[in-house]
């Protein structure tokens, strides 16, 4: 939520937990956006590290009008990388 407010957008957490973690609105325009975080803590490999996300297949299917962005991060060596959107 900080790294959208210090772009100058607002954002508020939804009052029903129907799959949106918070809500992001660009006030110059009024662009909504609808974002789902997802995080994960690594497991080490060889040379590098990895993380695995869970999401449920009607969750992906779900189209609407306003299109959710999911947030993928991982937690390595007690640090948050850095996000992958999509």
Do not use: C
């Not at 799959?19 to 660009?26: N, T």
């Not at 449920?56 to 990388?81: D, E, G, K, M």
Request: aromatic share 10%.
């Amino acid at each position: 939520m900080s790294e959208f407010l210090t772009r100058g957008w607002n954002v508020a957490i939804p009052e029903v937990d129907i799959g949106d973690d918070i809500f992001v609105v660009q006030d110059d325009n009024g662009t909504l956006r609808r974002v789902q975080v997802k995080t994960s803590t690594s497991t080490v490999r060889q040379s590098s590290f990895s993380g695995q996300f869970n999401i449920l297949l009607p969750q992906l299917r779900n189209v609407a009008n306003i299109p959710v962005h999911y947030v993928f991060i991982v937690r390595h060596n007690s640090q948050w990388t850095r996000p992958v959107i999509i």
